[in-house]
């Protein structure tokens, strides 16, 4: 091949041939092979290089502009200098028997038609060569002459436009095909996309008809600068930046615009745009859809609201509300949450409920279970305590259903007011029906009393001589007066008698008190004179017995000390009594330890007028109250005796009543050791008289 | 005697109780008075019509018509007759639920009697 190739060096061929890969191609494999080649786009040019510097052979593609490969063979045949060069047709285009004998007539060397292996044209091009050696300028007698050649010639060239045309014809009808199909495509779109082409300058120079059925335009319409659309939304802030970067040929993401629709209600449009370049990279045109999605963002504006609605009304709520999820974990945590567990919402999300509210801790599995069942659950007042606070809980579980639990909503209500009044309330209901026993009781009971005092009166009337009647039944009976009395005295009958009828005035005093402190309360302040109610409560704590005899007031010295001409204080005598009475029976038990050491138990009650209220102190010289339990001591529940000997109530309602209903207030003052001294101060007239005439306005 | 037998008070007694009526009864009599006892309001309101009575000593609560009823119908028929309300119910207890149906409170006695002196010194203030 090398040898092949020292042959051929400084053997020049050119090529004439319009199309430029085929050129390429073939100078490709000419040079390789070791040729010198020069290349001509169509027959001038290569008759211009074939004359300034003759080559040793001619290829030459037929159909060209300008000069088509017969007229260059032409040419050449009668060109002097160059006639006797081998002239190669090399063509994809002619196929027709009429051709071949054309180009030999007009002198050509080969016709070969494309393609042919590299090899082969090598082959056909070192046969033509030697050929031409050989026989030196024999050329074939022409036809006959040049008119029949050129009928030939143009016969030929008509049939090859023809084919031209027609493959033309074929490429501009599949073009045509393409583009109606695009087209369609464009057009066809409708509804909620349009399509559209801007120039750089941001005028529209297309947009499918579909912007009608969007923005209620024409096509020619909207043939104007997109601002012109532009509502004043804020979501068309980014517009301008976009713009910009499409401008430098950058590929945006999709983004939101609100556009005006031509009857002027906001349509809200999604973008892709893209720019198109030219081939130096500048953006040329821009092209993009638009897609109406103002109903997808009115829906995702309404699920906006309402899950700020549901979240309001959930925060709106005075109740702990928590949602947890299918795992048991917190997705919801509303204000009052927050509130009072100081937790926020961010921190508290993904936690276990129990964790974040201990009242929560004892029912975990009873949670787990509402949820697995799928049906709400409730527990009511249910106790936690924490250091010296009890607090009473409500819990409801509802789980949320759909086609399966898909976790709950947990409500927690702080009851423990609510408990504390019901347990009042049951006090007091306790104290009435005790009230309307004792009424009872005494009803009944003062009727055998009243025969047993009456009977005895008669007994010891009858007995004694001063009666006329008791004289006559004597004397009649021959029964010595004086002897009977006697009898009777040193028998003790008498005294006897005398103890019945002090026994049966103790029980009258009792059935009295019971009578008086079970009195219904009218509920309507009176002005009293507290030192009577004073009176009657010590004498009431002095009848007062306690079945287990933890105290007795008989070992008790109680002083009063009242100052003189108090005003009266608008009051229900009733509360107020049982108020004092608690108060005594109290200090009565804290004095208990005083009693069993043998030393001096006193209680010291005492009324003193202070600016516009009455002060009563009930003091004790017992063993006195610490700090934590004087903060408590007004408390429900709270007690310090042993389970069962007290309900922790007696003070909570006392402090009720002096609080509430008679507008007073109630403290303790104390210091171990030194004795424990409780302190009422209730409103005189004028203080309360305001308030009563505030209250029933 | 008979100067005595003129000048004797008679006193009814109305109450429901058997041993009431007997403990008062033989009580007024040793005190010297003539005394006459019903069980009932309507027995009383009989016998009132019959007869003179210079006191009635009415218990308050009776089955049938109760004391408040009986004199409301002694201040009608005998608007004169004088009368103490012998009574161990609650509702009467303090003088202002008296007041409230007419009663004075100073012709109120409270079973049981505690202070026999200060009932022999009402009742023979009433009959004189």
Known sequence: MAEDNNQRAGIRIIIAEDDDDSRLVLQRILDAAGYSVDVASDGEEALKKARQNPPDLFISDILMPQMDGFQLCRYIKQDEVLKDIPFIFY??????SDDERLSKSMGAARYVIKPVTPDKILQIIDEVLKENAKTQAEAEVPLDGPSQLDAMYLQSVARKLNEKVRALEEEHLALQQSEEKFRRLVEGISDEYFMYSRGIDGVFTYVSPSIQQVLGYTQAEFLTHFSDYLTDNPVNEKMREYSERIGRGEKVPGYELEVYHKDGHACRLEIQNTPLLDGAGKVYAVEGIAHDITERVAAREELDRIRHLLKNVFDSMPSILVGVDSEGRVSQWNREAERV?????????????????????????????????????????????????????????YPLLDNRVNGAVIRVDDVSERVRIEAMMVQTEKMVSVGGLAAGMAHEINNPLGAITMGLQNIQRRVSPGLAANKEVAERLGLDMEKLQTYVEDREILKMLNILRESASRASTIVDHMLKFSRKPEKRLELVDLEGIINSSVELARVDYDLNKRYDFRNIKIRQDCEPDLPEVPCIASELEQVILNLLRNAAQALEENIRQGAAAEIGITMRRSDDHVRIEVEDNGPGIDLDTQRQVFDHFFTTRAPGEGTGLGLSVSYFIITDTHHGRMFVESEPGKGARFIIELPTEDVAGRVTKTLST | MTDMDKQMKKILIVDDDEQVRFNLTTYLKDEGYEVLNVPSAMDALALIERQHFDLAIVDMRMPGMNGEELIMRINQVKPGLRYIIHTGSLGFSVPEDLAQIGINPDDVVTKPIKDFELFSRKVKAMVS
């Open chain 1, 91 to 96: 063509t994809a285009t002619y196929t027709d």
């Open chain 1, 341 to 397: 567990t100081g937790v926020d919402e961010s921190q508290a999300l993904g936690q276990k409920p129990a964790q974040l509210l201990p009242q929560l801790q004892a029912h975990v599995a009873y949670i787990t279970e509402a949820m697995k069942d799928g049906k709400p659950k409730k527990l009511t007042g249910q106790l936690y305590r924490s250091g010296d606070t009890q607090t009473y809980s409500d819990i409801m579980i």
